[in-house]
């Protein structure tokens, strides 16, 4: 392929509308992985890519492209193996407890997450609030905590998707991170390398979601799906609702502890919701469950019997945090005194009686945000301990003067934040009816 094409003409094909043929778009892909790309290149095709859109077939082919251009794990032929990818969201740690659930169902799940930037919080972030946990593993260290524990959750590799590590970076600075493609191929590259079996999407829209209207996401679900399928991956996707924050937490440590509840069968109702659907179709998509209705009741089973939680502890450790922590984390009765905790609370009270209406998840994760939760910048510095508590959620009787939320925050509380948050909740004099996470699934 070497010197077949240049640059300039597929930049300009691209530009014009045309398709790029598979071997053209390996071709820059390859380029791209060995640094044979002008960056001002790399960025006029991106935004070319944005603007003329991709075919199905270039779509596919970049993310075969993207996925060969560093390691594809290997696994020994006998694991099942799986791994669930969400949009993002606010107050989004399905993740933590949804891993160890499906490895007590027997599939193998070697998890690639990320970190948090912008409103969204990331995986790797809240698993670092557990002292001693490590996220970057060798090889050999995957292969051994998936094992032993059926379940890993780590950060993305040099070596894994080198492409799409220097694809995105370009993404960020030349505004077309929100291409749909360029989103798909970045997201089904990665899974793909994982060598998986099975996979379940996650996607998320509302206007706590980086996708705003139903429409667009069951568009990029339809998308994500078809791709992931073509390079042999059996996909569901399912369309969920992400308006108000996922169960009563944002924030790093928060979110541990209320992972750390669902893995005990307690917890929000809605955190439950969403693990037991994805973990369901996961689990069937996988051949482990003759359906997603018995997958949904295998991945109920795991939670209730503490075999989840028994996979978590040992996830943990193996990931290395201390037996003495992970035990003291995961047992019968909550022990989180490990984790970091804010020095101060601010009670957030209600401003009249009724019922809670609507929660704005924007607005909430954006105060977490600037507690000093999250990042805006790839380097910010993350604050584990601080983020928001809600202690009131759809549906709920408040009374005048009543805390529904709490910011746990440690500088001085600015007013316009604290104000920022009251503004945060809708209530009504009648009680609303809450409605289901998940909305849509798509095969």
Known sequence: ????????????????????????????????????????????LLMAIKLKGMSAKETIALTRAMRDSGSVLSWPSEWVVGDKHSTGGVGDKVSLPLAPALAACGLKVPMISGRGLGHTGGTLDK???????????????????????????????????????????????????????????????????????????????????????????????????????????????????????????IGNALEIMESLDCLRNEGPADLHELVIGLGGELLANAALATSDATGREAIAKSLKDGSARKQFSIMMQRQGVSKSISEALCGNKADYSSLPKAKFITSIKAQREGFVLDMNALELAEVSLALGAGRSKANDPVNYAVGVKILKMIGDKVLIDETWAELHHDAILPESLKKKAEGAVTIDTDAPKVPPRITKRIT
Not at 1 to 7: D, E, H
């Open 1 to 44: 392929m070497n010197g077949i094409w240049r640059i300039p003409d597929l930049i300009d094909l691209k530009s014009r509308g045309s398709d790029l043929s598979m071997e053209q778009v390996a071709y820059v892909v390859k380029c791209i992985t060995e640094g044979n790309m002008e960056d001002s290149q790399l960025g006029a």
């Open 127 to 249: 698993l670092e609030s557990i002292p001693g946990f490590r996220v970057s593993l060798s090889e050999s260290e995957v292969k051994e905590c998936l094992e032993t524990a059926g379940c890993c959750i780590i950060g993305q590799t040099k070596s894994i998707v080198p492409a799409d590590q220097i694809m995105y970076a370009t993404r960020d600075i030349t505004a077309t991170v929100d291409s749909q493609e360029l989103i798909v191929g970045s997201i089904i590259s990665k899974k793909a390398a994982e060598n998986l079996n099975a996979l379940v999407l996650d996607v998320k829209y509302g206007s706590g979601a980086t996708i705003k209207p139903i429409e667009d996401a069951e568009n990029m679900a339809k998308s994500l799906v078809k791709v992931s399928k073509s390079i042999g991956l059996n996909t569901t996707a399912l369309l969920t609702r992400m308006d108000t924050p996922i169960g009563k937490t």
